[in-house]
């Protein structure tokens, strides 16, 4: 079964550098997120992608985080000048359907971002 | 502000007991509803979707929705110690992003 495949697992930073989270898509969907989940919270929306731009994105999403397509399969987000509040899970989720309502989101499996 | 509320529990089942998990939204125009299972350290996985009022079963599970008054459920028939984990209710307005819940943390004790 295809998968979003996220990498790396698992990333130890200090704080004020920049991290860069990498995510494959499944091969024939269209739209692209990043979720972050802080140990024992909610998962909490951060930013959606389709057609090569930002359709959406949150509160969280300031002018620190960006995201792009760079090569046409791989979806990264980069975090420029990592805090300590941005360590969390980041989860890439895709999806293929673009009838609203009926489309089902595919997470990875998520990158641990510590931040220290 | 969009709020989903669930319940955190823990909820403690018996094996083969039926698990109801509530999940209630604080903005009417949202549209589909969706239950993911949330294993600790794992990512959320798709159990159901639905998004039309009334019942909708798949296998074990059954969503229910109720627009009028914002509420979704969801059951789990002959519940297995496999089915231990946390529950999250989603969203989805005329934006795409969902909306989570706090989950709530299930326990089928054998």
């Known amino acids: 079964e295809p998968e979003v495949t996220q990498t790396p697992s698992h990333q130890v930073t200090q704080m004020g550098q920049e991290v860069i989270l990498r995510c494959v898509p499944i091969?024939?969907?269209?739209?692209f997120y990043w979720y972050r989940q802080i140990l024992g919270q909610k998962v909490e929306f951060l930013v959606s992608?389709?057609?090569?731009?930002?359709?959406?994105k949150s509160e969280i999403f300031d002018d620190q985080f960006s995201v792009e397509r760079p090569d046409g399969s791989n979806f990264t987000l980069k975090i420029r000048s990592t805090k300590l509040e941005d360590s969390a899970m980041y989860f890439c989720?895709?999806?293929?359907?673009?009838?609203?309502?009926?489309?089902?989101?595919?997470f990875g499996s998520g990158t641990q971002l510590s931040v220290l | 502000q969009k709020e989903v509320e669930q319940n955190s529990g823990p909820l403690s089942v018996p094996e083969g007991a039926i698990a109801s998990l509530n999940c209630t939204y604080s903005d009417r125009g949202s549209q589909s509803f969706f239950w993911y299972r949330q294993y600790s350290g794992k990512s959320p996985e798709l159990i159901m979707f639905i998004y039309s009022n009334g019942d909708k079963e798949d296998g074990r599970f059954t969503a229910q929705l109720n627009k009028a008054s914002q509420y979704v459920s969801l059951l789990i028939r002959d519940s297995q110690p496999s089915d231990s984990a946390t529950y999250l209710c989603a969203a989805r307005g005329s934006a795409r992003q969902l909306t989570f819940g706090s989950g709530t943390q299930l326990t089928v004790l054998p």
């Open positions: 989720a895709t999806a293929r359907s673009s009838r609203t309502g009926e489309e089902k989101l595919f």
């Open positions: 091969s024939n969907h269209l739209y």
């Open positions: 992608f389709y057609n090569n731009e930002i359709s959406e």
